[in-house]
């Protein structure tokens, strides 16, 4: 099994690990509700941005059904968002709100140039890493706004927050 079969198997298990450690049993539609949506825009944004040669997944799952990275775009961002939401500092000041956003995509964005100069799971044709930064911080507000918008609608009528 080569490095990078080992890393996926790495992420999988981690993230799984991650959930199920980390998403309180009265949080888990709440993590639901962000991992499917964000799963929904990363797996649009990932297939787009293999399409359009601006990436290289030259290790990846499932080779012969999608060119983009089904761990990381199918499960990893996904959950690591579930995680994002379900923790999000609701009552702080928009200073700390902007600095978690900009804690997990810079984390993320560090791990993946990491993976990217160090293994084949990732190779940049026509991108950098801050495209990496602003597209993560992107669909981490998308789902953060969808997630808002769909609790809005449950926790109206009781007053409850998120």
């Avoid at 099994?1 to 993230?15: F, K, Q, Y």
């Avoid at 902007?98 to 993320?108: D, E, H, K, M, P």
């Avoid at 993976?115 to 990732?122: F, W």
Wanted: glycine fraction near 2%.
């Amino acid at each position: 099994m080569s490095i990078e079969h080992v890393i996926l198997l790495t992420v999988w298990i981690v993230a799984f690990s991650a959930l199920l450690i980390l998403i309180p049993k009265d949080k888990i539609l709440h993590a639901l509700v962000a991992f499917h949506i964000k799963q929904c825009i990363t797996w649009l944004f990932g297939i787009i941005v293999v399409e359009m040669r601006l990436i290289k997944y030259p290790v990846r799952l499932f080779d012969y059904a999608t060119k983009a990275s089904f761990t990381f775009e199918f499960f990893a961002y996904p959950a690591i968002c579930a995680i994002f939401n379900v923790y999000y500092p609701e009552g702080k000041n928009k200073i700390a709100k902007f600095g978690y956003y900009a804690l997990y995509t810079s984390v993320i964005t560090v791990i993946e140039v990491i993976l990217e100069i160090n293994t084949n799971l990732i190779e940049y044709i026509h991108w950098s890493w801050y495209w990496t930064w602003i597209t993560l911080f992107v669909t981490f507000f998308l789902a953060r706004s969808y997630y808002k918008w769909f609790f809005k609608r449950i926790y109206s009528n009781t007053g409850d927050a998120e």
